[in-house]
């Protein structure tokens, strides 16, 4: 077996990774043919990640110009801790308030501590966001994943 075979996440464990974390890095190309790389908040959503900005953003820019867009979601501090996968995908821009609002919602739910539903003035506050916003869907194409904590520190 090879070491990567050893290392590569399972469709569960991605799914718990994707899961659990906060923060994903999505790259797209910019307008220079430089990566143009930003830390987001992110929902996996049915084997995607999806992500919402600001419309008028440098990475929506460059995602109109070019779809294609390379997300990072990692974790771990030491080498034999590290866990992560790399994701090559194709953006869908989605700028209807239908959809840009509910995953509003959604996002906000994931990361607001205690909040069980959207309403009153924060659900006021997303409205107010939502034209000013679009909602990306990045369809997987490729997926490279791994887990050091599977070497058992044989590096």
Known sequence: MS??????????????LLGSERVAI???????????????????REGEVWIWTYAKSQKVRNLERDPRATILVETGHEY???RGAMIEAE??????????????????????????????D??????AQAP????????PVRT???DHRKLGGTY
Do not use: C, N
């Open 3 to 16: 070491r990567r075979d050893q290392i590569t996440l399972s469709e569960a464990e991605l799914g718990d």
């Open 26 to 44: 999505v790259s797209s190309l910019g307008p220079r043919g430089w990566p143009h790389s930003m830390p987001l908040w992110f929902v996996a």
């Open 80 to 82: 034999g801790e590290l």
């Open 91 to 120: 953006a869908v821009l989605h700028r209807d308030f239908e959809t840009v609002i509910a995953f509003a919602e959604e996002l906000t739910l994931r990361y607001a501590e205690g909040l069980s539903s959207v309403e009153g």
């Open 122 to 127: 924060a659900k006021a506050a997303l409205e």
């Open 132 to 139: 000013k916003r679009v909602a990306i869907q990045f369809k």
């Open 144 to 146: 490279a994943t791994w």
